[in-house]
């Protein structure tokens, strides 16, 4: 018992001995060595990067909206109606009955609902008529609120709220005067010439379409259209912006109505019911679900540049491996000095293998610093711009297995000039000459 | 073959340092074997000299003695331990606890500093590091005290190893060998790249060291002039019987 105690100890010092071998023998040969780590750390920062930019790209597209339980429009493709509401993109020709988005409202399990109507775009950005709670009740990103940067809410008929993206492109400000543009062609023709709206505030960037998008009240939608009727304005009937408020702005129809529920349980319930829809055929959609359906078509990509990733991986582990059985040819004499000494040829696998190891440790150390250092540098100009929020954070399970695959991969890879030395060492005796 | 004259201490009741008997060698892929020494004996506390020409299987023999190599057939027993019967490992461990080896050159590992070079036996062997311990308090000062006997300055010893000259190589190598007082040393052509008045010097301390260890010396060359310095020598020639001669 004692013995085994000991005899473990002992192999413990051996190892450890073994390891500052290979640590010095390593560090002897820097210089040679150095551009093996530089690549295994470039690929490793560019692993690790790529899965950290796809993590962040996937959640800030899956999670563009937040806190919405369903998205409630006429019966069509699910995601065409997510395209509507979340992304604001398409002419909505297919929309549901005011009269249908009220009854949902007033259902005793619906907490909030916002509504949406598209069709007017200005400048190719597109405009949403919608309520003022769409600005309080609209999460993206894990239930972050929209803020305004500039300016308030719409507080007259003919306000408008821009998006970010569109305020910087065309340096609006709160009290700029803008022309809508009917559908979404921007074509000189079809603008809302007669009925300006005054930008009433700005929002800050969110990253998400919100910030390519501007807002006016429903109201103000019905109102820019009192005398248009089938794309075009009703020839010699002209209504001035004070006549408007004398006529009734209800609207018709919406293209889509965001609706939250008070339990999160009863959204099954509710979308049954809306299929049932008696006065006209609806559907209600989970965000969460079809975002991640959306993500899907068009993330294609994705798998090819992890390959490619992969393959650089691949390049910087065999050039790993070679350079260490470049190395062995002049190290044999060193070898069987270490064999003489009373080193078995097991302990030159160790050796040689630890010293493979050490090297793609260091690589991948060096790859984590420069990825730190890179989102340090790069960060705040994403997240400003794209909305991707790159920051410093311990690792996540989908890296950690990516490291640990590296890590797993390269002492695979060491193992074969380990292997060649042990065959080495068997082969030479005490005779290896240089 | 020259007998040593006994020697009025404990060793004569010890068993020899070193007994083959009907002991054959081939590299792999040799047909017939380049070694077959069907009786040589050597004992303990001696300081052989062998002589041979080159290619005539000197290093194949001390490659047998030191347990890096297999004998094909017959028994190797070294300080009555017999290796043939031993394991890959155990002969490993033999090695590392009772025998210390000198190369012809290139000694050292040039990674290491010279007193990291003097220890690796006593990192691969409890046994040498409890000995040098036994003997200096450390296994450090141990190799301090040899590298002083050797004639090594301290102002050396932080030197790289490339720095040094090929004598001082040669004595760090041999203060290497010499540490944890293994039983056996053996040193394969150790002066054949010195001049001839560093050759005797070398040799000079060599032996003085073994003498103070109580090491048996088995020394190999191909330069018959050296013999005069040793309790015996040995023509290789004589020793290995190998078929065709
Ligand atoms: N590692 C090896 N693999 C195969 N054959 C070997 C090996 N080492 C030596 N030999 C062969 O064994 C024979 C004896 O070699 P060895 O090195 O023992 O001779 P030597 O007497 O030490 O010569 P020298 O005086 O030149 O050192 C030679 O024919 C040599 O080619
Ligand atoms: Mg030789």
Redesign the interface.
């Known amino acids: 018992m004692r013995n085994l105690t000991a005899a473990r100890a002992?192999e413990m010092?051996?190892f450890t001995?073994l390891f500052f071998?290979a640590g010095?023998?390593a560090?002897?040969?820097r210089g040679t060595l150095l551009l093996v780590v530089l690549s295994i750390a470039l690929s490793t920062t560019l692993l690790l990067g790529l899965e950290r930019v796809r993590t962040q790209v996937r959640e800030s597209f899956v999670q563009a909206v937040s806190g919405v339980d369903l998205v409630v429009g006429a019966r069509g493709g699910d995601m065409q109606l997510m395209l509507y509401a979340v992304f604001h993109l398409g002419g909505a020709t297919n929309n549901m009955s005011w009269k249908s988005a009220l009854s949902i409202a007033a259902r005793p399990d619906v907490a909030w609902s916002v509504p949406i109507s598209l069709g007017d775009s200005h400048n190719g950005y597109p405009v949403v008529g919608t309520s003022a709670d769409f600005f309080t009740r609209y999460r993206f990103r894990g239930g972050r609120e929209l803020q305004l940067a500039q300016g308030g809410s719409f507080s007259d008929l003919f306000d408008v709220v821009t998006g970010s993206e569109v305020a910087k492109k065309h340096g609006y400000v709160p009290g700029s005067r803008i022309i809508l543009s009917h559908g979404n062609s921007g074509a000189q023709l079809a603008r809302h010439e007669d009925k300006p709206f005054v930008v009433s505030g700005v929002l800050r960037p969110t990253g998400t379409p919100v910030d390519r998008s501007l807002y006016i009240s429903l109201e103000a939608m019905e109102a820019i259209h009192l005398n248009w009727q089938g794309g075009a304005p009703i020839r010699g009937l002209e209504i001035r912006p004070d006549q408007v408020r004398k006529f009734n702005l209800e609207p018709k129809s919406i293209t889509a109505l965001l609706v939250g529920m008070k339990s999160r349980s009863r959204v099954f319930a509710l979308q049954q019911d809306i299929r049932n829809w008696k006065e006209e055929a609806l559907t209600g959609v989970m965000p969460g679900v079809a975002m991640d359906q959306i993500w899907r078509l068009v993330s294609t990509g994705e798998q090819a540049l992890f390959l490619v990733s992969g393959l650089v991986i691949f390049t910087g582990l065999a050039g790993l491996a070679s350079a260490i059985l470049a190395g062995l040819g002049e190290r044999r004499?060193?070898l069987?000095?270490?064999?003489?000494?009373?080193?078995?040829?097991?302990?030159i696998l160790i050796l040689l293998a630890c010293e493979g190891f050490l090297l793609l440790c260091a690589g991948m150390a060096c790859g984590l610093l420069l990825l730190v250092l890179l989102l340090l540098a790069l960060g705040p100009t994403l997240a400003d711009s794209y909305g991707i929020a790159l920051h410093v954070s311990p690792p996540g399970t989908g890296e950690l297995l990516l490291l640990g695959g590296i890590a797993a991969a390269g002492f695979l890879t060491c193992l074969i000039p380990a292997w060649r030395a042990y065959r080495l060492s068997l082969?030479d005796?005490?005779?290896a000459s240089? | 073959m020259v007998r040593a004259e006994p020697r009025l201490s404990s060793e004569e009741a010890a068993p020899p340092a070193v007994s083959l008997r009907a002991v054959s060698f081939a590299w792999?892929g040799q047909e017939n074997p380049v070694l077959h020494i069907p009786e040589l004996t050597i004992k303990a506390g001696e300081r052989l000299f062998i002589f041979g020409p080159s290619g005539s299987g000197k290093?194949?023999l001390?490659?047998l003695l030191?347990g890096?190599?297999t004998a094909s057939e017959g028994e190797v027993s070294v300080q009555g331990t017999a290796l043939h019967k031993l394991g890959?490992?155990a002969r490993?461990?033999f090695?590392?606890?009772h025998v210390g080896?000198i190369?012809q050159q290139?000694?050292?590992?040039?990674?290491?500093s010279i007193l990291e070079n003097v220890l690796?036996?006593c990192?691969?062997?409890?046994r040498?590091a409890a000995r040098a311990a036994r003997q200096a308090g450390s296994a450090a000062l141990a190799a301090r005290n040899l590298l002083e006997c050797l004639d090594l300055r301290a102002e050396l010893w932080e030197r790289r190893v490339a720095h040094l000259s090929v004598g001082q190589q040669q004595r760090v190598a041999a203060a290497?060998a010499l540490i944890g007082g293994p039983e056996l040393l053996i040193a394969?052509e150790p002066t054949s790249s010195l001049d001839a008045d560093r050759r005797r010097d070398f040799l000079r301390l060599l032996l003085r060291e073994c003498e103070n260890s109580g090491s048996t010396l088995i020394f190999v060359s191909h330069d018959q002039g050296l013999a005069a310095e040793f309790s015996s020598a040995a023509n290789f020639e004589e020793l290995n019987r190998r078929a065709g001669r």
């Open positions: 002992a010092i051996r001995y071998l010095k023998s560090w002897n040969r004499r060193e069987a000095i270490l064999r003489s000494a009373g080193a078995r040829p097991l302990d082969a005796g005490l005779t240089t | 792999p290093s194949t001390l490659g030191s890096v190599l890959g490992a490993d461990r090695r590392g606890d080896v190369f290139f000694n050292l590992v040039p990674y290491l690796i036996p990192r691969f062997s409890a040498r290497r394969d």
